[in-house]
T-cell receptor, first 113, second 117 residues
Framework: LAKTTQPISMDSYEGQEVNITCSHN???????ITWYQQFPSQGPRFIIQ???TKVTNEVASLFIPADRKSSTLSLPRVSLSDTAVYYC??????????????FGAGTRLAVHP | NAGVTQTPKFRVLKTGQSMTLLCAQD?????MYWYRQDPGMGLRLIHY???????AKGEVPDGYNVSRLKKQNFLLGLESAAPSQTSVYFC????????????????FGSGTRLTVV
């Protein structure tokens, strides 16, 4: 499975756009990119998933360049409630391989008033 | 509400005691997982199951056993608890790889905070 690298922590202020970048240089052809969000004392929550170009849902956008060696999670106009840990995961969609998903330490986002 | 339910939410054990953590999901998911999360770290996979009656080892299986007698339940057992097993335990479930577009998405429970003294 492709290894991912993301910043350990980030700080932002309410109303700003936050972009968290994840590097995955060894991504395989059949790998998808998935982001999870974890609030304190809760389990991670699925945010968004993509394969290439741009994906947008009601929570976030995911930008994936043509070479797919990195991806950027974009959170528009963050609020205090977006303070959480964000995990980037890379793995195949239709394979038993995803039963070995590796959650790294993630990126701790702190949103300030 | 549909989802993953873990019981208990908190537990304190003495070294050497045993206990079972219960995970129940009502989404008819095929795959279920047990993770542990230590302070400041990501989640590490303990054991997982790809269907009723099956179990397999993850990254850190030592000291734990699991059973999946019913599709909706996944039990994690500690036969002889040790202080190193103090952690927050998360259960998750997902569809297998042949289903909906979110087949890769996991649904997590809210966790069990276990302290071994």
């Amino acid at each position: 499975l492709a290894k991912t690298t993301q910043p350990i922590s980030m700080d932002s202020y309410e109303g700003q756009e936050v972009n968290i970048t994840c590097s995955h240089n060894n991504i395989a052809t059949n790998d998808y990119i998935t982001w999870y969000q974890q609030f304190p004392s809760q389990g991670p929550r699925f945010i968004i998933q993509g394969y290439k170009t741009k994906v947008t849902n009601e929570v976030a956008s995911l930008f994936i360049p043509a070479d797919r060696k990195s991806s950027t999670l974009s959170l528009p106009r963050v609020s205090l409630s977006d303070t959480a840990v964000y995990y980037c995961l890379v793995g195949p969609l239709f394979s038993g391989g995803y039963n070995k998903l590796i959650f790294g330490a993630g990126t701790r986002l702190a949103v300030h008033p | 509400n549909a989802g993953v339910t873990q019981t208990p939410k908190f537990r304190v054990l003495k070294t050497g005691q045993s206990m079972t953590l219960l995970c129940a999901q009502d989404m008819n998911h095929e795959y279920m997982y047990w993770y542990r999360q230590d302070p400041g770290m990501g989640l590490r996979l303990i054991h997982y199951s790809v269907g009723e009656g099956t179990t397999a080892k993850g990254e850190v299986p030592d000291g734990y056993n699991v059973s999946r007698l019913k599709k909706q339940n996944f039990l994690l057992g500690l036969e002889s608890a040790a202080p190193s097993q103090t952690s927050v335990y998360f259960c998750a479930s997902s569809l297998d790889g042949t289903g909906a577009p979110k087949a890769y998405g996991y649904t997590f429970g809210s966790g069990t905070r276990l302290t071994v003294v």
